[in-house]
């Protein structure tokens, strides 16, 4: 016991110390401390073994050319060899890497192309948090979850291109691989549909603060550059098309697919039981499928009952419900949620769904459910008892639409707020719920939904810093994360933000960086 105890303290003293100076986010799996430094300078020799490492190699040449010529002027000694493999044979699973660093050497290290992409990720946030002079360690690391995800909600705020490619980037260097992209609700319709050109020309028009704001939307070209930009970061892009509900834009261009809807719900929801709803979405879907190589399409499924009020008193989907022996209005619902998991499979792809879906019967090979009703922990848990694959994103903590600090005026609360210790804990305090399921949590994500975010500069105060806990909790072992050396290594990730010229919320100092005004007079606190 005793000899026991003196072995796990020597480990720390060695291992602890390390992970506190290195300044890498999110926190390796296992990182061992070396003696002395690697400094990159101009004279660093760097060789690949061929294919993506020459590819990855030629990046990391002109990436490291910044420290070549700071150490040039310093007329330090030159010499030194990073080298870059990817060898299949080392065994290691997707996404994992080693990278070890001595005085004299690199060595960069994977089995799959993602690990030597995060390789190389790693040594340049260490290189950068240290002018160029890495200190000698060796670095063992895999992720937690295959799913790291961020999603943002362009159909309430567009933000265009060049935003998007710069969280890309951030992405990437925090690991984070998946971007789940809301382009259609209620307020505009943000995707081009060759076949379906009002889509654009009605369905585009208008955003949350603004219903007469002129049409935003990315055409097919736009798509396909972002989709590419993201694989070469290795993010695999996630569209959502939201249905039955969240329709009013699709529907408000082609009123025929309308489900009706009251009131502010006006076209809320598609129509339920006609043939020719299930045929445009079908058609819909063959150009989404074809724009998006990922083997997942998003298509919402939340929160029907906001605006099916029509579903009750329309005669003929009444009569449609009893022909087909549905229980009620919320079976029809379900069999929607069915139609289109078939349609979905019909593309060759997976449907993912928010959580109201693990009600609807589908078979668990053909769904992924996205848990995010924090206050129904049951529907998690019934999720994953049916056997579906589960992504977790529960509004608390990991919605980003609600408040960081309890000084802020403009956001969500909901019995608190989301701050950034709470993510950083995430998935802690729900654990219990998923032991023994471990196969099926395929990971977690940040959601950003964008009602009182129009601006880019707000964009960045409610995603930064805290999307840099998310990574951290999405690849982070548990007994890996310590919250005191995460703000220890903070700044280094901050820095990084400022020199995007990002506007995210410093928890350091909040008074340095006030809250950006609500877009509007009602955009103040809202409860739930
Ligand atoms: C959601 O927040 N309605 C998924």
Not at 159 to 172: C, H, N, R, T
Not at 511 to 518: D, F, I, L, N, R
């Amino acid at each position: 016991m005793k000899k026991i105890f003196i072995f796990i303290a020597l480990s720390l003293m060695t291992v602890l110390p390390v992970a506190a100076q290195q300044a890498l986010i999110p926190t390796p799996s296992r990182i061992q401390g070396g003696r002395g430094a690697f400094t990159i300078t101009s004279g660093v020799r760097i060789v690949s073994g061929g294919g993506y490492a020459d590819t990855l190699a030629t990046r990391l040449q002109e990436e490291l050319q910044e420290f070549g010529k700071r150490s040039a002027e310093k007329q330090e000694k030159s010499g030194g060899v990073i080298s870059l493999r990817l060898d299949k044979s080392l065994g290691m699973p997707d996404e994992a890497y080693m990278l070890h660093v001595t005085p004299d050497s690199i060595a960069l290290r994977a089995s799959s192309e993602s690990g030597l992409f995060y390789a190389r990720e790693a040594l340049l946030q260490l290189a950068r948090s240290a002018g160029g002079t890495v200190r000698a360690c060796r670095i063992d690391d895999r992720p937690r979850y295959a799913w790291r995800g961020f999603m943002l909600d362009e159909s309430r705020h567009f933000f265009g291109k060049e935003k998007v490619k710069q969280y890309l980037d951030i992405m990437a260097a925090l690991r984070l691989n998946v971007f789940h992209w809301h382009l259609t609700d209620e307020p505009g319709w943000r995707i081009e549909i060759k076949r379906y050109p009002l889509l654009t020309a009605e369905g585009a028009k208008g955003n949350w603060h603004d219903p007469k704001a002129p049409a935003a939307f990315y055409t097919q070209d736009d798509i396909r550059e972002i989709v590419a930009y993201a694989a070469d970061r290795h993010i695999m892009v996630v569209p959502e098309f939201d249905m039955p509900g969240h329709a009013t834009a699709v529907c408000r261009a082609y009123p025929e697919v309308s489900g009706g809807g009251e009131g502010k719900w006006k076209h809320f929801t598609f129509h339920p039981c006609k043939e020719e709803t299930f045929e445009f979405i079908s058609n819909v879907l063959d150009e989404i499928a074809a724009l998006f190589p990922a083997p997942y399409i998003h298509i919402g499924g939340d929160e029907v009952h906001y605006g099916n009020q029509s579903w009750f008193t329309d005669p003929e989907i009444q009569q449609f419900i009893r022909d087909r022996n549905l229980e009620n209005e919320k079976g029809l619902e379900q069999y929607f949620i069915r139609r289109a998991a078939d349609i979905v499979a019909s593309k060759g792809k997976t449907m993912i769904g928010w959580d109201e879906i693990a009600d609807a019967g589908v078979s668990p090979d053909k769904a992924v459910i996205m848990w995010w009703r924090h206050d129904r922990k049951h529907q998690l848990v019934k999720a994953l008892e049916n056997g579906y694959r589960v992504i977790m994103t529960p509004r608390r903590p990991l919605y980003a639409d609600f408040i960081q600090h309890g000084s802020h005026k403009v956001g969500r609360v909901w019995g608190g707020y989301n701050p950034l210790e709470d993510i950083h804990r995430f998935p802690a305090p729900i654990t219990n719920l998923t032991q023994g399921y471990d196969d099926q949590v395929m990971g977690m994500q940040f959601s950003l939904w964008t009602e009182r975010v129009a601006d880019p500069r707000r964009l960045d105060y409610m995603t930064f810093p805290r999307l840099i806990a998310v990574a951290e909790s999405a690849w982070t072992p548990a007994g890996a994360k310590d919250y005191s050396l995460f703000m220890q290594r903070l700044p280094a990730i901050l820095k990084m933000l400022d020199a995007k010229g990002i506007y995210y919320f410093n928890p350091f100092d909040p008074a340095s960086t006030p809250e950006p005004g609500a877009p509007d007079k009602d955009d103040v606190l809202k409860n739930g």
